[in-house]
Structures are given as C-alpha cells and as structure tokens.
C-alpha cells in the first residue's frame, strides 16, 4: 500500500474563495504535502486526465467545468493516504457527503465538487506524474 495520494481544488472551490480553507484542513488532517502547483487545464488535459470518463454522459460538462478556471493540484502523504482522503472528502455527490467533510462543506453539486482525490494507489501514482515531475516532490 502507497502512502501517498494526488488531488486537485477544482474550479468551484478556487472560484468561491474556499482553496484557503481547505489546504488549511488537508494540512491538520495530517497530510504533507509533497508536490503543490496553481495551474489551468486546457480542455484537452482536462479530457486526458478523465479519459477513463470519455463515454460517459457527462464527459463534457466534466471537461468544460474542469477546464473554466484555475485549480491546485497536490499530491499527499500520510499513512494509507488514498483512502483516508476519500474518507475526509466525502461522497462525490455532496448532497450524500458525511457532515464535516470537504464536499459537504464546501462543494456546490455531483458535477462541482470541491476538491478531486485518487481512487487507488496506481491511480495516485499516474495522476501525480500528470502534473510533477519527480524533481518536483519533496
Ligand atoms: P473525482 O475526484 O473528480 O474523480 O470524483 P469521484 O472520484 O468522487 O467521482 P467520479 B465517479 O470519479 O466522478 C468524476 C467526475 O465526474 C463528475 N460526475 C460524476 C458527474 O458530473 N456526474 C455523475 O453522475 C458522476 C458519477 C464528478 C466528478 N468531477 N467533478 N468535478
Ligand atoms: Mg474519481
């Protein structure tokens, strides 16, 4: 099992002024951050990096929403980093998230959701290479 995990503040939570808040809550959760960068996606990078999602039907509000602003992309580290992650930001609709976590508290809808976190280990290490280079985690 890796200790590290990869996730991005989407554009909803960078455009309502939440990005703060929640590296602040990230950071006391007990995770290091290894890698951080504020960056645009085009829409090409944007459906590159949710290329597992090209069929389905929201593929391309996902692509324009993920691509109409700034995000933060980090990668993680902490003990069993990628499920403790998903655990701390919730269900990916947020009117199903746990009180208290990242998408309940900060997500606007199912297609704005906050914050992005890596769904498994491999998952963590491919995203994570999407955006640094080894050179770029510390
Ligand atoms: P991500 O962290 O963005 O990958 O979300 P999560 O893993 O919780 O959920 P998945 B299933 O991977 O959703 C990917 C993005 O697609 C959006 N989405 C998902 C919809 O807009 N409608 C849907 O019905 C579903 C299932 C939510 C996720 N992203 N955003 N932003
Ligand atoms: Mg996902």
């Known amino acids: 099992m890796s200790n590290r995990t990869f996730t991005m503040i989407k554009p909803d939570a960078m455009k309502n002024g939440h ?3 929640i590296l602040d809550r ?3 959760e007990g995770f290091r951050v290894v890698a951080l960068k504020m960056t645009k996606l085009s829409e090409e990078k944007a459906g590159e ?3 597992i999602h090209r069929e389905r039907p929201f593929f391309g509000e ?3 929403f993920m691509s109409s602003g700034p995000i ?10 990628v499920s403790s992650f998903r655990t ?12 208290g976590t990242i998408r ?3 997500a606007t809808s199912v297609g704005e959701n906050a914050v992005h976190g890596s769904d498994s280990d491999e998952n963590a290490a491919i995203e994570g290479a999407f955006f640094f280079s080894g050179l770029e985690q510390i």
Do not use: C, H, M, S
């Open 104 to 106: 309940k508290l900060f």
């Open 72 to 81: 933060i992309a980090a990668i993680l580290e902490k003990e069993n980093a």
């Open 26 to 28: 990230i950071i006391k």
């Open 49 to 51: 990096f949710y290329a």
């Open 88 to 99: 701390l930001i919730g269900a990916t609709n947020p009117a199903n998230a746990d009180e």
């Open 62 to 64: 996902l692509v324009e």
């Open 19 to 21: 990005a703060g808040a």
